[in-house]
T-cell receptor, first 113, second 115 residues
């Protein structure tokens, strides 16, 4: 079946611009996660959605980062006023309810110039 | 809170030799454990998982890992590696219970298989 998809695969933006990253989870997966992978910080958790519950935003690094999940499916991660330190690969993952393993998308490589 | 330690950042090994990638974790609660693999310029792929039952788990491509609760370890092993196993390997944990479901990752181990 179809896996987790993310778009765009690459995004180059100028410092100060806003960007939107999209994630389409595996059908039937109610849990959705965003992570960030960068050279200096490794793999970091950003935000977690589970069904209709309030999202766990404890990993968001600043108030410039936000995310929403519409209709319990597609999610958008928005970064406002991008900074060079936001350059990283942003990974989305989804899982079934409970403690099933998370399945990752291919990521969006964000470069802020 | 949980933490994961992968002591070896780089592991070079010759083809057909055995390999062990070490993973230790720290947690105040019981956890599920995972190994993910990342090939160059690709996303993370689930390699194997320990959720319950037998402490020895195996993947379809010959890797195995053993959960050792007393040593809080989940080392990854393969008796004979191939060039195609060259990749970065990440150990990860998530709490058995509670509302926090996110994965906590180790810093990764780059496995390089030499001809």
């Amino acid at each position: 079946g179809a896996g987790v998809s993310q778009s765009p695969s690459n995004k180059v933006t100028e410092k100060g611009k806003d960007v939107e990253l999209r994630c389409d989870p595996i059908s039937g997966h109610t849990a959705l996660y965003w992570y960030r992978q960068s050279l200096g910080q490794g793999l970091e958790f950003l935000i977690y959605f589970q069904g209709n519950s309030a999202p766990d935003k404890s990993g968001l690094p600043s108030d410039r980062f936000s995310a929403e999940r519409t209709g319990g499916s597609v999610s958008t991660l928005t970064i406002q006023r991008t900074q060079q330190e936001d350059s990283a690969v942003y990974l989305c993952a989804s899982s079934q309810p409970g403690q099933g393993p998370q399945y990752f998308g291919p990521g969006t490589r964000l470069t802020v110039t | 809170a949980q933490s994961v330690t992968q002591l070896d950042s780089q592991v070079p090994v010759f083809e057909e030799a055995p390999v062990e990638l070490r993973c230790n974790y720290s947690s105040s609660v019981s956890v599920y454990l995972f190994w993910y693999v990342q090939y160059p310029n690709q996303g993370l792929q689930l390699l194997l998982k320990y959720l319950s039952g037998s402490t020895l788990v195996e993947s379809i491509n010959g890797f195995e890992a053993e959960f050792n609760k007393s040593q809080t370890s989940f080392h990854l092993r393969k008796p004979s590696v191939h060039i195609s196993d060259t990749a970065e390997y990440f150990c990860a944990v998530t709490p058995f219970r509670g509302s926090a479901r996110q994965l906590t990752f180790g810093s990764g181990t780059q496995l390089t298989v030499l001809p």
